[in-house]
């Protein structure tokens, strides 16, 4: 068994029991959908059929207020995160932590390591630029400024096959396309910054992190007021940015002075090789100097202890990351970590250990067995990489309420509910400005013919309600403001 009993996972399954005792007769009494909803849906050319909705009481103790096709399993884009974050909630806890161990392979000596670092990721999703800066000066700390050997870059703990980031929508240089690694590193983006310089002519750009060897032009000409082409509603496109080449990148064009200071943030040309040319690259730009070169490997000596370990963020801030931003990359980290987690241990502990290498099989089916474990009769989600970024991912409304229901009545309900975006207020619903503003905690969901929604929205009575809605259809985008129309009629319930 992937459990083992406890206080906190007894007390989770009576909840997960009561909520559905209460279940039995949801869809008995519930009204069909909106008049508005229904217009809006008319609207955006999306028939019913296309379409699953469900409103229900958070505690369940209560027939839903509506219920539409609320068993069919659908494809519910980002909305599936909830799915992996609640099941990270439950089996890691809310304190937990990943480690990056560092290990020197060789004693130090007058400010010289006679042998090679080693720094072995354990699929730490949020590594990001400042962190990594500081796990290179925690190195320095301890003596060293040569490294005589290798700089080793451990990623053993994730088995996943390699993947063309064009291959999901074509789009190799989107940040959102970037692919789980267990040592994933600024999540393999480079963030360029324009600063536009107006006595010089030019706008000046900073890169970070540094690329060890990659020229970066350190200028671009600069468009001033009366340019043709000053004009700041599409400046990367004035930029005419050429990323064809991943040892040179290239401007065509020019930058436009009215833009003032802009961050374009890319997904680099070649993944396979930007932790070799980050760690290098802020290596030397922090004054250390290698004899060897930066290449990828696994420890010597498996037994061998670390010189130190870098530690995340805890979960319960990692999770809200996930949720709030839609962050695809951590979640599949999320995911893959919970294929690692050892069968024996507790939750609540603040490290939990881990076994063997990950793969989204393994992942699979440790989530299928939370789930089976949480929410028993309950047809469980069709899980491919636990992020929504997937055709092949598929849920029912009614399936997403119960997970809804079982957090709320959790331990660490507190941290999901922090987690989701806030209705017109921030993340991705910070643009949802309606009557429901700042009622409604959502978890939002957008592929290619794919919107949804799933979360929790405040009545004007004050009861609190379940929302859950998937749109499954070539004109999904354009249901938006249905959705929109569902989130304030569960908030008007008076």
Same mark, same amino acid.
């Given at each position: ?29 519930? &009204?069909?959908?909106?008049?508005? !909803? ?19 009481? !958070?505690?369940?103790? /209560? ?7 609320? /068993? ?211 290596? &030397? ?24 370990? %870098? ?29 690692? %987690? ?94 429901? &503003? ?6 939002? /969901? ?24 998937? !749109? ?23």
């Amino acid at each position: 068994m992937f459990f083992r009993p406890s206080r906190y996972r007894l007390f989770c399954l009576r909840s997960a029991m009561a909520a559905g005792l209460v279940w039995t007769a949801l869809v008995v009494g519930a &009204q069909p959908l909106p008049a508005e !909803v229904q217009a809006a849906l008319a609207r955006a050319k999306v028939p019913p059929e296309s379409v699953a909705m469900l409103v229900t009481e !958070v505690q369940g103790n /209560g027939n839903a207020r509506l219920a539409h096709r609320a /068993g069919i399993p659908m494809n519910p884009a980002s909305v599936m995160k909830l799915v992996t974050t609640s099941a990270a909630l439950d089996l890691l806890g809310p304190t937990y932590q990943w480690k990056t161990p560092v290990y020197l392979e060789g004693p130090v000596r007058d400010g010289v390591l006679q042998g090679n670092l080693v720094i072995k990721g354990q699929g730490d999703p949020k590594l990001v630029l400042e962190r990594i800066w500081l796990l290179l000066r925690r190195v320095q700390g301890l003596g060293i400024q040569t490294v005589a050997g290798d700089i080793v870059l451990d990623r053993s703990a994730f088995e996943v096959a390699p993947v063309d980031p064009s291959q999901f929508d074509g789009e190799p240089l989107r940040p959102y396309n970037a692919t789980p690694d267990a040592l994933l590193l600024n999540y393999k983006a480079l963030v360029m910054t324009f600063t536009p310089d107006l006595e010089t002519g030019v706008a000046r750009v900073q890169y970070d992190p540094p690329l060890a060897g990659v020229q970066l032009p350190a200028t671009v000409p600069l468009l001033r007021n009366g340019d043709k082409g000053n004009d700041c509603s599409d400046y990367r496109a004035s930029l005419k940015a050429d990323f064809a080449d991943p040892t040179r990148i290239r401007f065509g064009g020019a930058y436009p002075a009215s833009c003032g200071e802009r961050t374009w943030p890319v997904a680099y040309a070649d993944p396979a090789s930007y932790s070799l040319r980050a760690v290098q690259g802020l290596w &030397q730009y922090m004054g250390g100097k290698l004899q060897g070169i930066v290449r990828f490997g696994t420890l010597g000596n498996p037994a061998a202890k670390p010189a130190f370990e %870098a530690g995340s963020e805890p979960l319960a801030l990692i999770v809200r990351d996930i949720n709030k931003y839609s962050n695809n990359v951590m979640a599949q980290q999320l995911f893959l970590t919970l294929g690692r %987690a050892a069968s024996d241990a507790a939750p609540e502990s603040e490290g939990v250990a881990l076994q063997g290498s990950a793969s989204f099989a393994r992942s699979q089916q440790a989530v299928g067995q939370w789930w089976q474990s949480r929410l028993p009769g309950v047809a469980a989600p069709e899980l491919e990489n636990g992020s929504g970024l997937s055709r092949r991912e598929r849920i029912s409304a009614h399936a997403l309420a119960r997970l809804l229901q079982l957090g709320f009545a959790s331990p660490w309900m507190p941290e999901l509910m922090a987690s989701l975006p806030i209705s017109g207020v921030d993340g991705t619903l910070k643009r949802m400005k309606n009557r429901a &503003q700042g009622s409604a905690h959502l978890k939002t /969901g957008s592929l290619r013919d794919v919107t949804a929604l799933g979360g929790f929205v405040l009545g004007a009575s004050g009861k609190r309600y379940v929302l859950v809605a998937l !749109v499954n259809h070539p004109n999904a985008i354009a249901a938006r403001p249905a959705l929109e129309a569902l989130v304030e009629w569960a908030a008007r319930d008076q």
